[in-house]
């Protein structure tokens, strides 16, 4: 399945935009471009997650949009928005407790992005990114705590200095 994921800001915010099938392999890039631009001032308006393309998403990719909803959170005190969301996404962020979390944007935005920035594409999502999207998915309730615990004994793992993987 297609997936592609884009990245812009404008006077409005800051916008990701999922189209297709989004797994693992977009997030290192992601997060990176996210994290790096809520880390400058001024903090954009606001951010937002234009899901009414996406079909799937990934743990991986949710717990990067709850990483980065506390981040904003912590910075502005508001929520990320998750711009008209398909009804797959939606099963999906309710099914682990995100919905609850962010702010539903219905329609049109005045200010949405005419152009796009493509993400790239990295087939190779390291584990430490892996391990921080999923401790963001685990601390929304002990179900996700449980259902996540393993993966993030062996990501734990993987990250230790001398292992294999380093």
């Known amino acids: 399945m297609p997936e592609f994921l884009y990245f812009q800001e404008t006077?409005?915010?800051?916008?990701?935009?999922?189209?297709?099938?989004?797994?693992?392999s977009l997030s290192v890039d992601l997060k990176i471009l996210v994290m790096e631009r809520l880390d400058r001032l001024p903090?954009?308006?606001?951010?937002?997650?234009?899901l009414s393309e996406?079909?799937?998403?990934?743990?991986?990719?949710m717990g990067l949009?709850?990483?980065?909803?506390?981040?904003?959170k912590a910075m502005t005190g508001r929520s990320l928005s998750l711009l008209n969301p398909s009804n797959e996404c939606?099963?999906?962020?309710?099914?682990?407790?995100?919905w609850r979390l962010m702010r539903v944007v219905?329609?049109?935005?005045?200010?949405?992005?005419?152009?796009?920035?493509?993400?790239?594409?990295?087939?190779?999502p390291n584990p430490e990114v892996l391990l921080t999207a999923h401790q963001n998915l685990s601390e929304i309730?002990?179900?996700?705590?449980?259902?996540?615990?393993?993966?993030?004994e062996i990501l734990k793992d993987q990250i230790k200095p001398g292992s294999s993987e380093n």
């Open 11 to 24: 006077q409005a915010g800051l916008f990701i935009k999922a189209v297709g099938h989004i797994t693992a």
């Open 43 to 50: 903090v954009p308006a606001d951010v937002y997650a234009d």
């Open 54 to 61: 996406c079909s799937y998403m990934d743990s991986t990719f």
């Open 65 to 72: 949009l709850v990483g980065f909803h506390k981040k904003l």
């Open 90 to 98: 939606e099963k999906l962020l309710r099914g682990l407790g995100i």
């Open 106 to 124: 219905e329609g049109k935005l005045d200010g949405e992005p005419q152009f796009w920035t493509t993400v790239t594409k990295n087939n190779s």
């Open 141 to 152: 309730s002990p179900e996700n705590a449980q259902k996540f615990s393993t993966l993030e």
